[in-house]
Every structure is written in structure tokens, then in C-alpha cells.
């Protein structure tokens, strides 16, 4: 199984980035998508999820300023990134998850980001 995802980068505070993660088909259909980030140092920490109908879930940190989006046709969830700010640094990781409730089942192998002046 791979999830593959890309759009990280460097950017200063207040800033926008746009990540993106794309998997097969099967995977996608039948899983609720996610993003987790993980920190310098800390653990890793869902911070948006989003059904196969859509329905989106964030962690509180991120709300207003993340937005999690799914193409049905591409098979691609993207994470819209703005107001960034210097804690928002770290990997952060497209997975698959069953039911919200359960640890993801598959992971992609993280994109950087780093908030910075």
C-alpha cells in the first residue's frame, strides 16, 4: 500500500502551504483520510481527518486555518495550511484509518515542514 505525499517546504509565519497525498484507489474509497504532524522531539498528533462523504474533523490548534479536502476522481486528499506559524513545524504524514475512533492502518512517508523567518 502507498500513500504518497508531497508539498512541504520552508515558509515564514503567516504564510500557506498546500499538501498533498495520493493513493490507490481501494484505499482511498474505503477510508477516512488524514493528516498527522509530528513535532521536533514530540509525538505525532492527528490534526485533520475527513470521511469519504466529506465530513471534516480538526484538531483545535488548526481549526480555521487548515482545511482538509479529498478529490474523488484523482484519489488525492490535500491539506490547505494557512496562518502558519513556528509550531506548525515538523513531518507531517498522510494515513488511512478505518474509523475515526482507530489508529491509522496506512501511512505515507511524511513531508516536511518547516515555518521559519
Known amino acids: 500500500v502507498q500513500l504518497q505525499a508531497s508539498g512541504g517546504g520552508l515558509v515564514q509565519p503567516g504564510g500557506s502551504l498546500r499538501l498533498s497525498c495520493v493513493t490507490s484507489g481501494d484505499i482511498f474509497n474505503s477510508h477516512i483520510m488524514g493528516w498527522s504532524h509530528q513535532a521536533p522531539g514530540k509525538q505525532r498528533e492527528t490534526v485533520a481527518t475527513?470521511?469519504?462523504?466529506?465530513?471534516?474533523l480538526y484538531k483545535e490548534a488548526v481549526e480555521g486555518r487548515f482545511a482538509i479536502s479529498r478529490d474523488n476522481s484523482e484519489n488525492t486528499v490535500s491539506l490547505q495550511m494557512d496562518g502558519l506559524k513556528p509550531e506548525d513545524t515538523g513531518i507531517y504524514y498522510c494515513?488511512?484509518?478505518?474509523?475515526?475512533?482507530?489508529?491509522?492502518?496506512?501511512w505515507g512517508q511524511g513531508t516536511e515542514v518547516t515555518v521559519s523567518s
Open positions: 475527513i470521511t469519504s462523504s466529506g465530513r471534516a
Open positions: 494515513n488511512a484509518r478505518t474509523a475515526q475512533f482507530l489508529q491509522p492502518k496506512y
